[in-house]
Every structure is written in C-alpha cells, then in structure tokens.
C-alpha cells in the first residue's frame, strides 16, 4: 500500500508524502529476513528491499532526475528479482534515465538486454516505444542495430 502512496503522491506534485511513504515501505522492506517476499500464490506480487528501491528510480524519472535513477539501477545492477516483468520495468526507467541523459549507447544497450531476457513482454511496452522514439527523435543517423530493434517493437523511424 506504501508504494501506490507514495507512486499517487509523486505524480500528484506531492514529494514530500511520496518520501515519507517511500521510507515507510523502505522500512517494512527491510523487516522481510530473506530478501524479497514472493507471494507464489499467482497474483506476481513480490516485496522487500529491492521493491522499494525499484519504486524510488521511478519515482525520480517522474520528477525527472535520471541521475538518481542511475545510480539506484547502479546498486540493483545483478539483482535477482522474482517475477520477471516488474523487473524488467525498472530496466525500461533505467532505459530512460539514459536516454534523458543523452548516453544513447547505454539506454540502447538496457533494452537490447531486455529484449534478450522477456522479448514477447519487450514488444507490447509502449514505454520501451517511447523511449526508443525520442532517442530516433534526437539521432541524426541511426545505426543498423537501432533499426532493428524500432522494427522489433514497432517505433517507426
């Protein structure tokens, strides 16, 4: 409940709640003994530590501070998570943190490992859509490899 609070505050222009609730859920994280709590009873919920670091990235893409997204994802780097997707859409807010800073190697590099590890999920994002537009927005020229993946989740250039 903490994190839809505090996701309901940031994109309210509340930051101040959207932190008090952030570090209400950073603490009840902290409380699991095992890392991430998998619900495994089919409804995709998981819960801990790594949770509530993934909401704080998003929550700084939304104010637009790509660069705390990139050092959250920085210390997430190599984490296991237990369902995949949830994941991966902090990968995607990585991805964008990237291309909000301009290193469009880097952004184009997170989606491509995307791709790799949940390309059918990869294809319906219209987020990965458009992050990947605005870096073809901004490129003068575009590399076979930036085609290729447009084409893949269908951004036309």
Do not use: C
Request: a positive charge.
């Amino acid at each position: 409940m903490l994190q839809r609070v505090s996701t309901a505050a940031i994109r309210d222009n509340r930051p101040g709640e959207a932190e008090d609730a952030l570090a209400f859920a950073r603490v009840a994280g902290m409380a699991i003994r095992h890392g991430e709590h998998d619900s495994k009873d089919g409804l995709l919920h998981a819960f801990g530590p790594v949770t509530v670091q993934m909401l704080a990235a998003e929550n700084a893409m939304v104010v637009d501070k790509p660069q705390v997204a990139l050092a959250i994802g920085a210390q997430l780097a190599g984490t296991k998570y237990p369902p995949p997707w949830p994941w991966q859409r902090h990968r995607l807010d990585i991805a964008a943190a990237h291309a909000a800073m301009r290193q469009y190697p880097e952004a184009l590099a997170v989606l491509q490992q995307i791709r790799r590890e949940l390309p059918e999920w990869l294809v319906k994002q219209r987020f990965a859509r458009d992050i990947l537009a605005g870096m073809i927005e901004k490129r003068r020229t575009l590399t076979a490899e930036v085609r290729e993946l447009a084409d893949f989740v269908q951004v036309p250039y």
